[in-house]
């Protein structure tokens, strides 16, 4: 770990292509701290959108919305986006990539990071920096970014610096963990990490933990998210024995986790986000290089991908009438509590398996800004002449125990049922107001 020098933000001009769920609020953070900062994107319509401030973003610096941040730093001319890369690069010196790699049952789309490094080499100079923060398959910033910007002539290390920056925010505390999350880093030779590290120290305050090789971050990043999906597949199965035994695993999980060294995740209606689904998709097409089989890994994603089908077979069996005469009302359709995302959201297989059965599903979600046939506008739509209520995904502004509702708009064939994926329910208070209860 190095020490932290003082650095003067008005010194950096920073481009940051990307201006997705990671780049937009770490750009509005670096325009926060006094830097000029140019959001570069692709999507044309996502630009007009922000240079008007909106966003869908759930995001708060402090207690400030995005959106009133945006504003300011738009009025403030800190901040500005584009989908003009030519004149980011003219303008700018320190280049952050927070593109994706998105996974397509189980097939890798490198294009993103491709055009992405292809573009910033389209106007590199001398001395600028290029930090890579997205995630990656361990070994692409030296063995895929790097050629690439290499094409200029310019080399790595020597006419410019290149850098590996894991990106560790969770959604929805993202100011928060930019600049409190101790981050990892390393740079192609000493002089990039210790750029890599003036820059990155403009906006995180916590320990900045430089390794030895680029190839170090890249791997602990998709460790520490396959780590997370092991936990849950391990907890998914505790839930089901737990089930079998009569008890409450998430009184099981509360009590084992006073021991100090154990910390168990939460079981829920599956593993959903950008992060967690595909990280062993990234570590894998390099493990089949190096011969290694992640036996545990693969059954844990498993595990963790067959979560739907038990949910949906969950509600089936607790329906009041058979599913091909059953409506059932999805609460939070979100990859995960309080998100506006839905990628790779498990709400999305459980439903499109419950339609796939026969039954009709309205999903109410106010957050999550995507339309689809199945949502609905509000929370009565959803629930009128439901047979269940299925809880995926806990939101402010749903009123998941407003019973009277339920009761006055679902359907009266048989008892309501109230299927709760999220431990936000209490059994006997939901029993009480005369609903069959089921819970993961
Ligand atoms: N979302 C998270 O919570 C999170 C957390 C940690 C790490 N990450 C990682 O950060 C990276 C970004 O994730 P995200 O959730 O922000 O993705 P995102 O899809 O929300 O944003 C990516 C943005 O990049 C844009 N883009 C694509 N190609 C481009 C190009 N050539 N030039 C400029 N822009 C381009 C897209 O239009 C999109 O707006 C991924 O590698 C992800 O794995 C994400």
Known sequence: ??????????????AIFGLGFVGLPLALSYALRGCDVVGVDVDQNLIDQLNQGITHHLEKYHDTPIQEVLAEQLKSGRFKATSNAREALSQCNYFVMTVGIPVVNGSHDFSHIESCARTIAAGLKKGDLVLVRSTL?????????????????????????????????????????????????????????????????????????VASAIEVVEAAKVMENISRDVNIAMVNEFARFCEGLGIDIFEVIKMANTHKRVKLLTPGPGVGGYCIPNALHYLAPKADELGVPLRLLRTARRINEDVPAFVVSLVARNLPVPAKDAKVAVLGIAMKDYSSDDRLS????????????????????????????????????????????????????????NYKLFHNLMSKAGTPVIVDTKNLYNRSEVEEHGFTFVSI
């Open 1 to 14: 770990m190095l020490s932290t020098k003082q650095v003067n933000p008005s010194e950096f001009k920073v």
């Open 137 to 209: 398959v361990p070994g692409m910033t030296r063995g895929f970014v790097k050629p690439i910007l290499e094409e200029t002539g310019l080399v790595a290390g020597e006419h410019f610096y290149l850098g590996y920056s894991s990106e560790r925010i969770a959604e929805g505390k993202a100011f928060d963990e930019f600049e409190n999350m101790p981050t990892l880093i390393s740079g192609i030779n000493e002089a990039s990490g210790e750029k890599a590290r003036q820059l990155m120290s403009v906006v995180t305050k916590a320990d900045l933990h």
């Open 346 to 401: 498990p709400a999305m297989d459980v439903i499109k398996l419950m339609e796939m059965s026969g039954i009709r599903v309205s999903a109410f979600d106010p957050a999550v800004p995507s339309n689809y046939a199945f949502k609905v506008d509000s929370l009565d739509e959803a629930v009128q002449d439901a047979h269940a209520v299925l809880v995926l995904a806990k939101q402010n502004g749903i009123g998941y125990t």
